[in-house]
Nanobody, 120 residues
């Protein structure tokens, strides 16, 4: 099994910054894509950013130029640096990783979510 532990959420004023982290652990053979999604109240979960094993990145248009996704393969960790935060960024942020374990084929796993609240 794979466990994901997220950290770094919180309350910040508009224009501020936060850095989210998501560490994967367990019987990991290889981690492929890693990403962040978010879900605001009353809305569907949406993609924020993804990063592949060769560090190719993709961002939602709404966060381009403000958010940066990165990964540390040695630590099985993905990060999301969020700058110039806006009230509309308020949501629960979830990390998602595509993992091949020793006993299971490639499967995606979700973190428990971390709340990000941006006050105006």
């Amino acid at each position: 099994q794979v466990q994901l532990v997220e950290s770094g959420g919180g309350l910040v004023q508009s224009g501020g910054s936060l850095r989210l982290s998501c560490a994967a652990s367990g019987s990991i053979f290889s981690i492929y894509a890693m990403g962040w999604y978010r879900q605001a109240p009353g809305k569907q979960r949406e993609l924020v950013a993804t990063i592949t094993s060769d560090r190719s990145t993709h961002y939602a248009d709404s966060v381009k130029g403000r958010f940066t996704i990165s990964r540390d393969n040695a630590k099985n960790t993905v990060y999301l640096q969020m700058n110039s935060l806006k009230p509309e960024d308020t949501a629960v942020y979830y990390c998602n990783v595509l993992v091949q374990t020793i006993t299971r084929p490639i499967t995606d796993y979700w973190g428990q979510g971390t709340q990000v609240t941006v006050s105006s």
